[in-house]
T-cell receptor, first 116, second 110 residues
Framework: DSGVTQTPKHLITATGQRVTLRCSPRSGDLSVYWYQQSLDQGLQFLIQYYNGEERAKGNILERFSAQQFPDLHSELNLSSLELGDSALYFC???????????????FGEGSRLTVL | GQQVMQIPQYQHVQEGEDFTTYCNSSTTLSNIQWYKQRPGGHPVFLIQLVKSGEVKKQKRLTFQFGEAKKNSSLHITATQTTDVGTYFCAGRDSWGKLQFGAGTQVVVTP
């Protein structure tokens, strides 16, 4: 158990719909990262938050947005869903998020999104 | 931008054999991390290398960071069925950004 909690574990929805994925980081971790993993693919970095503020942005579509709340949990919002958005979405947390610092990532178990 | 490449993409290994997976970055890294993702699971941190030429061992796993801090390798000896999974390297650049490689998927045949 990494200490990172993601909900829901599974989600099935239709094209054009909107979903919200939730992540609770490990206690005390200030950084939250979101990754997308399509079938048999690598980890595509979407976005990182540090203590409530956006820290880094990766290949995140305009239809996707995220935020980190004062209690440090984060939500990833996916809208106007397309078939190609079907993937495993991982959240990870880390105790450090500043440039030049090091820190391992603790991954949640992921939210599997299926768009039909 | 920074790119991290891993080879091979797939590795079929006979149980008991050794193999190596390689990670190469287009830019100099401040450190590199390795993760393992079991089938159906989530990535789990294995190790972090920081110093040029650093070598670290974890039982049958040997991790190495290149002298130029642009490449790394993971060598597994006497492969076991428990080694099945995908191994990812992740390089952190001087700005703190962590970039994952595409991973090496390891299949072990008994």
């Amino acid at each position: 158990d990494s200490g990172v909690t993601q909900t829901p574990k599974h989600l099935i929805t239709a094209t054009g719909q909107r979903v919200t994925l939730r992540c609770s980081p490990r206690s005390g971790d200030l950084s939250v990262y979101w990754y997308q993993q399509s079938l048999d693919q690598g980890l595509q970095f979407l976005i990182q938050y540090y203590n409530g503020e956006e820290r880094a942005k990766g290949n995140i579509l305009e239809r996707f947005s995220a935020q980190q709340f004062p209690d440090l949990h984060s939500e990833l919002n996916l809208s106007s869903l397309e078939l190609g958005d079907s993937a495993l979405y991982f959240c990870a947390s880390s105790p450090r998020g500043l440039a030049g610092r090091t820190g391992e990532l603790f991954f949640g178990e992921g939210s599997r999104l299926t768009v039909l | 931008g920074q790119q991290v490449m891993q080879i091979p993409q797939y590795q079929h290994v006979q149980e008991g054999e050794d193999f190596t997976t390689y990670c190469n970055s287009s830019t100099t890294l401040s450190n590199i991390q390795w993760y393992k993702q079991r089938p159906g699971g989530h990535p789990v941190f294995l190790i972090q290398l920081v110093k040029s030429g650093e070598v670290k061992k974890q039982k049958r796993l040997t991790f190495q960071f290149g002298e130029a801090k642009k490449n790394s390798s993971l060598h597994i000896t006497a492969t076991q069925t428990t080694d099945v999974g995908t191994y990812f390297c992740a390089g952190r650049d001087s700005w703190g950004k962590l970039q994952f490689g595409a991973g090496t998927q390891v299949v072990v045949t008994p």
